[in-house]
């Protein structure tokens, strides 16, 4: 919970009394809860959680998994024991969350889907579907992905490899060998990115999705890929013309359909480290850093 605006240093763990679900909403035991950028943007300053409808004492994280553990009347879909999993803006770092199935994104964790893995599938999962859908990805393409090796961009690679596409990811060189375990071939941000994208792919790159700014996004418009076929979602501020998504423009499907594919085994989830909820300062600090490889999970 946070009683001000700031760092991770305005979070504290608080007891606070267990909710109750009304009709048609369900309470969820969390179990586990990942981290995103957007987490602890948005308490970074007043004027942030304002445009978020945030307001003060806060609660904090989205993403999920955990038991449902109790059921409000009329709930039919849910049932108290299920294995569940999915987001709550603003309230998901707790020990109990309580969801309306009806608005927020809750779905049945399948068996092979482990929690911690689980929890880290709303926004990520959902911001990688749309940041590929909106360009209209196919096989044959060659994206290039700017921040490949993030949060988003683990499952953006994985995605885009599994659609028929080379991946081309930018990334610091110590990420390399992580991005070439995901299928994707590593390129080095900063200057000279053109240059080196035009090394790697001497026919051209067709596509692009710029998952931390606007460098591979201005990189791909360089190298000739229409605005039409170049997406961002962190580009605030920033005038281009590629196109703006968010996991909100995610297919209704993508939760399940990822689930699945992680349970078959064609898609990983790496997780660059688990803390308890004591240490949720310590947790934000490392996602806030960034350089990570994957997710950050809180256990509960």
């Known amino acids: 919970m946070a009683e001000s605006f700031g760092g991770p240093e305005v979070l504290n763990v608080r007891e606070v009394a267990v909710p109750h679900p009304e009709p048609g909403r369900v309470r969820v035991r969390v179990t586990a809860a990942s981290l995103n950028p957007v987490d602890w943007k948005v308490l970074a300053n007043a004027q942030t959680a304002a445009a978020f409808g945030v307001t003060l004492p806060a609660g904090f994280g989205n993403d999920f998994a955990g038991v449902v553990d109790e059921v409000g009347d009329g709930v039919t879909d849910f049932a108290v024991g299920d294995r569940v999993f999915g987001g709550a803006f603003g309230r998901a770092l707790a020990d109990h969350v309580v969801v309306d199935p009806a608005v927020d994104r809750i779905r049945h964790t399948p068996d092979g889907l482990d929690d911690v893995t689980a929890s880290t599938l709303d926004i990520a999962a959902r911001t990688a579907d749309a940041a590929l859908r909106v360009i209209g990805l196919v096989a044959g393409d060659t994206v290039l992905v700017g921040g490949a090796a993030g949060g988003v961009g683990v499952f953006t690679v994985q995605l885009a490899r599994l659609a028929g596409a080379r991946v081309i990811g930018t990334a610091s060189e110590a990420s390399f060998e992580f991005l070439r375990g995901l299928g994707a071939e590593p390129v080095a941000y900063?200057?000279?990115?053109?240059?080196?994208?035009?090394?790697?792919?001497?026919?051209?790159?067709?596509?692009?999705?710029?998952?931390?700014?606007?460098?591979?996004?201005?990189?791909?418009?360089?190298?000739?890929?229409?605005?039409?076929?170049?997406?961002?979602?962190?580009?605030?501020?920033?005038?281009?013309?590629?196109?703006?998504?968010?996991?909100?423009?995610?297919?209704?499907?993508?939760?399940?359909?990822?689930?699945?594919?992680?349970?078959?085994?064609?898609?990983?989830?790496?997780?660059?480290?688990?803390?308890?909820?004591?240490?949720?300062?310590?947790?934000?600090?490392?996602?806030?850093?960034?350089?990570?490889?994957?997710?950050?999970?809180?256990?509960?």
């Open 190 to 300: 900063g200057e000279g990115l053109a240059d080196r994208v035009r090394a790697l792919a001497p026919d051209g790159i067709t596509a692009a999705t710029d998952l931390h700014g606007t460098e591979a996004a201005i990189v791909a418009s360089e190298l000739g890929v229409p605005a039409e076929r170049i997406s961002t979602i962190a580009a605030h501020g920033v005038a281009l013309s590629a196109k703006a998504t968010g996991a909100g423009a995610s297919d209704p499907g993508t939760l399940d359909r990822v689930a699945a594919l992680i349970v078959d085994g064609q898609l990983t989830v790496p997780v660059a480290a688990t803390y308890p909820l004591e240490q949720i300062r310590d947790a934000v600090a490392l996602q806030a850093a960034g350089h990570i490889h994957g997710k950050v999970v809180v256990t509960l």
